[in-house]
């Protein structure tokens, strides 16, 4: 079991930008692959972007890419997720996830999940 913390959110005008992090505790091999998703309002969650915990290789949604980045912190057991340009659309929940299974655009009740936090992006 991985514990995660989400933080970061916060309001942000569209065009600006945020940085969310995610703090984890627990097995590496459990936290191979750290990923972000989201639920906005009337959605259901989806994928935004992940990396491996061991080589950070990286993945991105389509409607993210280009303007958000994942990465880690080499000195702690921190994902960060750099997000530019953020679009109304960009609103929602954000909750970071764990896992050891190489599915990391599955939404669903894999891994190990934080509780999220609220990004909203107004005009």
């Known amino acids: 079991q991985v514990v995660l913390i989400e933080s970061g959110g916060g309001l942000v005008q569209a065009g600006g930008s945020l940085r969310l992090s995610c703090e984890s505790s627990g097995s590496n091999l459990s936290r191979a692959h750290i990923g972000w998703f989201r639920q906005g309002p009337g959605k259901e969650r989806e994928f935004v972007a992940r990396?491996?915990?061991?080589?950070?290789?990286?993945d991105y949604a389509d409607s993210v890419k280009g303007r958000f980045t994942i990465s880690r912190d080499n000195a702690k057991d921190t994902v960060y997720l750099h997000m530019n340009s953020l679009k109304p659309e960009d609103t929602g929940t954000y909750y970071c996830?764990?896992?050891?299974?190489?599915?990391?655009?599955?939404?669903?009740?894999?891994?190990?999940w934080g509780q999220g936090t609220q990004v909203t992006v107004s005009s």
């Open positions: 990396i491996n915990w061991f080589n950070l290789s990286t």
């Open positions: 996830n764990a896992r050891f299974n190489p599915d990391w655009t599955s939404a669903g009740n894999l891994g190990s």
